[in-house]
């Protein structure tokens, strides 16, 4: 069984950083994608970025590109999205995910975090 858990969310100004962190259980970690996802009230959970088992191939969604970085580290079991230039938009619970291939759909996933809030003001 995989278990995720996210950290790092919280309230910021908007053009400011944050830095979400997913801890993720089980020995198989450096064989999952790795994703986030993030849902607005009232709103579908939607694709943010995503990273293959590797570390090589990042993928972003377009309202996202050139702010948000994805990253992992396999050796200890953790997937992180720095966050910068923040607008209120942004603002979401978001989801750390794992699955078997670097999709941008839900589906495509296994595994879930319970999910961090990111909260930014204007």
């Known amino acids: 069984q995989v278990q995720l858990v996210e950290s790092g969310g919280g309230l910021v100004q908007a053009g400011g950083s944050l830095r979400l962190s997913c801890a993720v259980s089980?020995?198989?970690?450096?064989?999952?994608?790795m994703g986030w996802f993030r849902q607005a009230p009232g709103k579908e959970r939607e694709f943010v970025a995503a990273?293959?088992?590797?570390?090589?191939?990042?993928y972003y969604a377009d309202a996202v590109k050139g702010r948000f970085t994805i990253s992992r580290d396999n050796l200890k079991n953790t997937v992180s999205l720095q966050m910068n230039s923040l607008k209120p938009e942004d603002t979401a619970v978001y989801y750390c995910?794992?699955?078997?291939?670097?999709?941008?759909?839900?589906?495509?996933?296994?595994?879930w975090g319970q999910g961090t809030q990111v909260t930014v003001s204007s």
């Open positions: 995910t794992a699955g078997g291939v670097p999709g941008t759909m839900a589906v495509q996933y296994d595994y």
């Open positions: 089980g020995r198989t970690f450096g064989t999952y994608a």
């Open positions: 990273i293959n088992w590797s570390g090589a191939s990042t």
